[in-house]
């Protein structure tokens, strides 16, 4: 009984320690944003001071921050929408060919996503230069489904394997297609692994930094690119941008919320065998 207590604290403690870790950094960027840069830089910090709201007024009302987000949202959409539109029929055809074909063309997916960016960063910008995509969202975009739609496949595959194959093989034979099996069977049983793969390609997409500050310049910079143009040449100015960082987690931690059942669930779908 003893030994139990005994552990039941200690992982509290960790428990706690954790949570200190992860949201001292959160809090440390919202206090920052209302701030002066000399009330930054006072040591020790200030516990009580007088907020100004001078670094958002300077961001909402600069022109640069509701551009970049713009960008940022389409950006993301449009890979989230476009991955999962061509990775759940992928998916699906790769977890049914149970062969050396379906598994070698399936790693051979998933090691695309393990490429580093900067193995294949000068490719793609002579290939949108050529194509007169720089600078636009749609040259960011399509590089990130190089990379997104691979993670997605990989995913939604290892789900659908794990599907009860009963459900399929009763709607065949009750004489749907395997069209109607994978619309009205396969993916309602799949939703909560695809919006876990949703939530995980827009949050990647969201926080990327390397494509999108090659591939643009200035009408589609993202939040990140944005982030790192404001921090100067010679001094950061580090309340704006902590203004900024804290209104970019805005989106991401929305979009988790809402969709936080589904990600818990998605990624531990196949976690239990019966």
């Known amino acids: 009984m003893q030994h139990n207590m ?3 604290i200690l992982l509290h403690v960790l428990a706690i320690i954790a949570c200190i870790i992860v949201v001292f950094p959160i809090a440390w960027l919202i206090i920052a944003s209302f701030k002066t840069m000399y009330q930054i830089f006072q040591i020790p910090p200030p516990l009580i001071f007088e907020p100004t709201f001078d670094n958002y007024r300077r961001l909402f009302f600069g022109g640069q921050l509701m551009n970049a987000f713009f960008n940022s949202l389409s950006i993301s959409a449009i890979t989230v929408t476009v991955s999962l539109a061509l990775a759940v029929p992928a998916a699906y055809s790769l977890s049914r060919l149970n062969n050396a074909v379906g598994r070698n063309v399936g790693f051979w997916i998933i090691s695309v996503r393990m490429a580093p960016a900067f193995a294949v960063i000068v490719p793609y910008f002579v290939i949108m230069y050529y194509l007169k995509l720089i600078d636009t969202i749609w040259a960011v975009a399509i590089t990130y489904l190089v990379f997104a739609i691979p993670f997605t496949t990989w995913l939604l595959k290892i789900t659908f394997e794990e599907l009860p194959k009963e459900l399929e093989e009763s709607a065949l034979i009750d004489g749907a297609t395997k069209t109607t099996a994978l619309l009205r069977i396969i993916l309602p049983n799949a939703v909560p692994m695809i919006a876990s793969a949703s939530i995980l390609t827009f949050v990647l997409a969201w926080n990327e930094f390397l494509m999108a500050f090659i591939l643009t310049s200035r009408d589609a ?23 900024i960082t804290t ?11 809402f969709v ?4 818990i669930k998605g990624l531990t779908m196949g976690a239990v065998k019966s």
Do not use: C, E
């Open 260 to 263: 936080q059942k589904y990600l």
């Open 6 to 8: 005994v552990r039941s």
């Open 221 to 243: 910079r993202t939040v990140p690119v944005l982030i790192t143009a404001l921090s100067g040449t010679h001094k950061l100015d580090w309340p704006i941008m902590a203004a």
């Open 247 to 257: 209104v970019s987690m805005i989106p991401a931690f929305l979009f988790i919320t």
